[in-house]
């Protein structure tokens, strides 16, 4: 719980570090995650000057996580469709690299994790990238042990589901 007088940005201080690491996850690079954390930032003053969040590392990573998918997938967009008045060149393909298939499997992470709902993809990265156990990520969450159990399940197999082309060694 807050302290009486605290402002926002002291109040945000101690998680810069997890939304950063929740942003460069999803994106990757580190100007984008920064990108991403002064969003999250402002969006979490405007959000502290109504109410502060009961549970704020929970509302934080919703947030992050949500602002660096809408970012990854304006990325893919802007990059797949040529700017007004010009026409994309060919260009040869790239030699098949560990940096293109590692770029790939990220932008198709990202578009996994991007069709969960909020609470499966909240519940998956709380476990999958923070470590944290059920029991935390439910109080986080305010949820029961056995809900956050069921998200947690349901987010792996969609995941499992997306991603199963990578399992199999077909990439596109």
């Known amino acids: 719980m807050a302290r009486r007088g605290e ?11 997890d ?9 990757g690079r580190h100007h984008d ?28 990573r919703r947030v992050t996580l949500n602002r660096a998918i809408d970012l990854r997938r304006r990325m893919m967009f802007e990059a797949s469709v040529p700017a007004r008045g010009q026409v994309r060149e060919r260009t040869a393909q790239p030699e098949p690299g560990a940096t293109l298939d590692r770029e790939m499997l990220r932008a198709e992470v990202a578009a996994a994790l991007a069709s969960l709902s909020d609470m499966q993809r909240s519940v998956l990265v709380a476990k999958v990238y923070d470590g944290m156990t059920f029991a935390q990520i439910a109080a986080e969450l305010d949820a029961a042990v056995p809900t956050v159990k069921t998200h947690y399940l349901r987010a792996l197999r969609a995941m499992r589901a997306r991603l199963k082309r990578w399992d199999d060694g077909e990439k596109e």
């Not at 939304?19 to 994106?27: D, F, K, N, S």
């Not at 979490?44 to 590392?57: G, L």
Request: net charge positive.
């Open 33 to 60: 995650a920064l990108d991403v954390v002064q969003e999250v930032f402002l969006r979490w003053n405007a959000q502290c000057e109504q109410s502060v969040p009961d549970r704020p590392r929970g509302w934080l």
């Open 7 to 17: 402002t926002a940005p002291r109040r945000f201080e101690p998680y810069t570090g």
């Open 19 to 27: 939304v950063y690491g929740w942003a460069y996850r999803v994106l």
